[in-house]
């Protein structure tokens, strides 16, 4: 399973953007898809999931926030961040949960100016 993640960019605080994240490779129903991520020096955190049957669970950080949505024909997950903060800036990364094993994306960097 290959992830690719996009969408990352500058962004004034109190503005949105919106992550996607695309699975590839010989895959059928991914369990478990999410989002987390990490600042340099730090660990990496979780930011919000989504299960097969569309059930979402986020940082308590991000809630209300962030919406986390999937595509399963795409096979794909989006983060759509809103009223970002400067506290938001960091490396986010895709995870999916397939057959047992994770699997990371490379990381897309979000960064809020004040």
């Known amino acids: 399973v290959q992830l690719q993640a996009s969408g990352g960019g500058l962004v004034q605080a109190g503005g949105s953007l919106r992550l996607s994240c695309v699975a590839s490779?010989?895959?059928?129903?991914?369990?478990?898809m999410a989002w987390y991520r990490q600042a340099p020096g730090k660990q990496r955190e979780f930011v919000a999931s989504t299960t097969g049957g569309n059930r979402s669970n986020y940082a308590d950080s991000v809630k209300g926030r962030f919406t986390i949505s999937r595509d399963n024909a795409k096979n794909a997950v989006y983060l759509q961040m809103n009223s970002l903060r400067p506290e938001d800036t960091d490396d986010y990364y895709c995870?999916?949960?397939?057959?047992?094993?994770?699997?990371w994306g490379q990381g897309t960097q979000v960064t809020v100016s004040s």
């Open positions: 490779g010989t895959i059928s129903t991914i369990n478990v």
């Open positions: 995870n999916v949960l397939y057959i047992g094993r994770f699997y």
